[in-house]
């Protein structure tokens, strides 16, 4: 008996192999036109009004539409339109309203215009919001709590609708971003540059108490309930609604950088419908939110989000299909990713998120196929399978002979080091002499810090070597070619870093001849800010050390958490520092501005983190941030750029890459760390995936053979043991006969 249960459980094992596995999705899923993907932490804010945490990209940037987008794989980054027939048109006005010309001076332009022209014929997802009984009245917008008993999703409702996109939907989102009931990150920014946001913030505030009047704390709390709140009965100044598919926003001054904001969620569209649906009593105690279920006009909705489970979105039916771009940088033809030029998006009909909160758990099911990629909105996975490859480590034979795709771009931002312009040793200095002999000291540490190195030893080649502000991605970028102080350009047209000895020819030009002050004798010491903790850090640290070694200059390493290293750079009282910076937005601008005077951390604490100033650098800075990108820009960042190579007031670093991990099944992924929704470009191979993972995850039935001899080889002695018992109990009964 014991032998044949222990051959069935072999035999029901083999009809059921899943059982052995870790697959995380029901099997019937793996051959259909299906992403898989991982997140660590459930998403806790969807509504694009509060939205902001990287984690949430996935989902907000493929159901809502703001009105632009940056193209998928143009280089440096291009903004294109999203749901407007064409590219934001531009008006000037002064003080009094007058329009003014486009090349009228920027201190001279008291308001821009924005004019946004909405596609027609763009339809929201289906949603019970929508939802009309045959007399057109909406169906939803009066329930009560009995109604939404048992609806744990909008869709459990037994109707959908939809309707056409309108500019109204684009006002009424910028509206609620002065919402007193939600916090909005993008708020406090915006309401110093939309006429009349800070203004309709208090407005909204005041109206926000008036309806809590007469509640008590629990009725206002956060299961309570309020009266819901119609932005579309109050007016904003700032924002007008000319038409059904036109809308104006007016911008406080001569802002260029705004288009960037029209690329974010904060500037999806809203419509009341859905805004007045979610804030019906009962809603919130049920989830049932924008934060958890998104309405948007974007190619996916959201159909499933179980907390520390899962997360689905399919295909949104009504959406209008976007050709695949045919255009991109050099190179990208022959990556494959032009293969799919001019079809419609997107071509996965469903992504299917697991919650999974080890990065060991998601690495193993990723590798065995399970995850076509890792995480959507992460760069590091990708980043370590390169490393390991690189160093033969890990998984790196399975990464090579599973042909996984790891393709990185170069972030948008750069860690640096930088000299305090205040300080009299490393800074400006007060006197022509001292701004001479401080500048060579800034030229001999520029060559001697190696970011070669640096990048070859801590980023294992997977950084890249910065030489201005303007990184790899940005307009104007061509123009940091390496640093003629810091680089000899050979015969050949390639640059070599200058050797020690110039660096100290300088030093002693400096008046600190093999480290030391030619007035005092006294060996020159540095003081070097920095925050970080770790074994990895001190390893940097005294990467630094060693830097300023070379010229025997002595290093005095001040390092301290960040929340006192900040108080150290508001007051000035660093020397010599590192710290980093990640751009908003792909705009020169938003890199250069770290050196603009007025941006000053001590003065103003602005984000002028080394205090620089020079007045023709401001001067350009000025001109150039009003300006859209040109040949005329181009030419003011190029003067930028030759400034500050000159003056040092940092030594610009690296920018690290940000890289994606997809199977060869997955085709034309390109990870960007500003572009959020490349979801909808991203196709798979369902057949191939089924065919490998087949390949990869062989079971290993051996043991369970063992398994009957290993009872056997239990069962036997206890059997034998009883028969010898039975034997005895049974000649022990015929004795006493």
Known sequence: MILFIAFLFVGFTFLRNDVITNQPVAKDLLNQNVLFSSYLETPKYLDSTSS????ETPWTYA???????????KRPYELESRTLAQMPTVQYLSKDGRELPVQTPADQIAESVFELKIQPGILYQPHPAFAKSPEGQLRYHNLKDSDIE????PYDFEHMGTRELEAADYAYGIKRIATP???????????????GLADYGQKMKAVNETLKQGKTAKEVGPFGHLPWLDFRQHALSGVEVVDKYTLKIRVVGKYPQ??????????????WEVDAFYSQDGMARRNLTADTWPVGTGPYMLTEFVPNSKMEMVRNPNYRGVPYPCEGEAGDKEKGLLDDCGKPTPFVDKFIS?????????????IQGYYDIPQLERGEPGIGYQVAIQDGTGRAKDLVDRQIKLPSTIQVGFWHYGFNWLDPVVGQGKTPEDRIRNKKLRHALAIAFDFEEYVSIFEEDRAKVNHSAVVQGLFGNRLSTPNPVIYEKLANGEYKRRNISEAKKLLAEAGYPNGRDVKTGRPLVINYDAQGVGPGYKARMD??????AKLNIEVEIRNTDYNRFQDKMRKGSAQFFFWGWLADYPDPENLLFLLYGPNSKVKTDGENSSNYINPAFDQLFDQMKDLDDSPEREKMIGKMIEITQDDMPLLNGWSEEFGGAFHQWVYNGKPSNIIRDGLPYLRIDPKLRVEKIRE?????WWPLFLLPLMLLGVAWPAWQAWRRRQQQQAVQTSAQS
Do not use: C
Request: proline residues 7%.
């Open 696 to 700: 990869w995850n062989q079971g290993i």
């Open 150 to 153: 048992g609806k744990r999703r």
């Open 258 to 271: 705004f288009k960037y904001w029209l690329a974010m969620t904060f500037f999806s569209p809203i419509p």
């Open 52 to 55: 902001y945490s990287n984690n």
């Open 354 to 366: 697991i919650i999974d909160r080890e990065q060991s758990s998601i690495a193993t099911k990723f």
């Open 543 to 548: 990467w630094v050390a060693k830097q300023f």
């Open 181 to 195: 009931r939600i916090k909005s990150p993008s708020f406090g920014f915006l309401a110093e540059k939309i006429v």
């Open 63 to 73: 159901v809502y539409e703001p009105p632009l987008r940056y193209h998928y794989l």
